[in-house]
């Protein structure tokens, strides 16, 4: 069955410092890619994709990009805010599993002024 | 566009009764709902699959007859806990495909409901 791995946390960083959470997945065929984030209290929201090998997906600063040879699909940004505050999820969906979303285990993140 | 709304947002219920929470895409129309279910500082853990004018799929240790789940439109699914418990306290948040003809869809969340039960 599918499968999504990410790094433990929490991660402490100061601001300006730069992030980067691992993710690698187990999956049959090709499936896409995702990074979510949910702040305190609040649902998840799509962060940035990446639906077949190569592509990189990006947003607010943030970049991933699909690597099939590694099955791995890692979150960096190159200077975190205060504002980055937030627990990230990697999550992969596959047609062959009618879309349903397999989520990694969570990475809360604490950026420090 | 692609916006999923919940309500309510939270709710507080005695032991024993009944708790329905909805689920709506306001701007699109959504074929399949999930919902899921969320403990402190944990992953989202998928409930069920709802599909519109069918029964739902559930995931194996979910009791169908606890969490009644309905689909009775392309924009509305509600779940309802039924005779809570305090063990049901928990976070719960749906997420909503868009009809695209067979096409992978991405999943729009709603911004969860906070069940507590006294």
């Known amino acids: 069955g599918n499968s999504v791995t990410q790094m433990e946390g929490p991660v402490t960083l100061s601001e300006e410092a730069f992030l980067t959470i691992n993710c690698t997945y187990t999956a049959t065929g090709y499936p896409s890619l995702f990074w979510y984030v949910q702040y305190p209290g609040e649902g998840l929201q799509l962060l940035l994709k990446a639906t077949k090998a190569d592509d990189k997906g990006s947003n607010k600063g943030f970049e991933a990009t699909y690597r099939k040879e590694t099955t791995s699909f890692h979150l960096e940004k190159g200077s975190v805010q205060v504002s980055d505050s937030a627990v990230y999820f990697c999550a992969l969906s596959g047609y062959a599993a009618g879309n349903k979303l397999t989520f990694g285990g969570g990475t809360r993140v604490l950026v420090k002024p | 566009g692609a916006v999923v709304s919940q309500h309510p947002s939270w709710v507080i219920c005695k032991s024993g009764t009944s708790v329905k929470i909805e689920c709506r895409s306001l701007?699109?129309?959504?074929?399949?709902m999930f919902w899921y279910r969320q403990f402190p500082k944990q992953s989202l853990m998928l409930m069920a699959t709802?599909?519109?004018?069918?029964?739902?799929?559930?995931e194996q240790g979910v009791e169908k007859d606890k969490f009644l789940i309905n689909h009775a439109s392309l924009t509305l699914s509600t779940l309802t806990v039924t005779s809570a418990h305090p063990e049901d306290s928990s976070f719960y948040i749906c997420?909503?495909?868009?009809?695209?003809?067979?096409?992978?869809?991405?999943?729009?969340f709603g911004p969860g409901t906070r069940l507590t039960v006294l």
């Open positions: 701007d699109f129309q959504a074929t399949t």
């Open positions: 997420s909503a495909s868009e009809v695209a003809g067979g096409k992978r869809n991405e999943q729009f």
């Open positions: 709802s599909n519109e004018g069918s029964k739902a799929t559930y």
